[in-house]
């Protein structure tokens, strides 16, 4: 059974930095990799999707510039590095592979997701 086990959440400061990390308990081969987040009462959101052949990226309109999605093929690691934070990021931010390559929540593996809250 594959595993995706996120860590790195917190609470912050508005304009600080946070890395999410993202670590697979069995080898998977999957070509797309994905961060999503969430707020109570609302849809899954995409963040950031990485192809590991092409990396090639793609971001949702929010993130401006703001973060980057990369994967560690030695540690099977995917992390997201989160900059110049802002409150409206706050939110439950999951890791997902195994899917169409994109910000739409048809992955087939999820991790349990790690809060993130920013303050002003």
């Known amino acids: 059974q594959v595993q995706l086990q996120e860590s790195g959440g917190g609470s912050v400061q508005a304009g600080e930095s946070l890395t999410l990390s993202c670590v697979v308990s069995?080898?998977?081969?999957?070509?797309?990799w994905a961060w999503f987040r969430q707020t109570p009462g609302k849809e899954r959101e995409g963040v950031a999707a990485?192809?590991?052949?092409?990396?090639?990226?793609v971001y949702g309109d929010f993130v401006k510039g703001r973060f980057t999605i990369s994967r560690d093929n030695t540690n099977l690691t995917l992390h997201l590095q989160m900059n110049s934070l802002k409150p409206e990021d706050t939110a439950m931010y999951y890791c997902?592979?195994?899917?169409?390559?994109?910000?739409?929540?048809?992955?087939?593996?999820w991790g349990q997701g790690t809060q993130v809250t920013v303050s002003s």
């Open positions: 069995v080898y998977t081969y999957s070509r797309n």
């Open positions: 990485l192809e590991i052949v092409t990396r090639r990226t």
């Open positions: 997902a592979a195994l899917g169409c390559y994109g910000l739409r929540p048809n992955y087939k593996f």
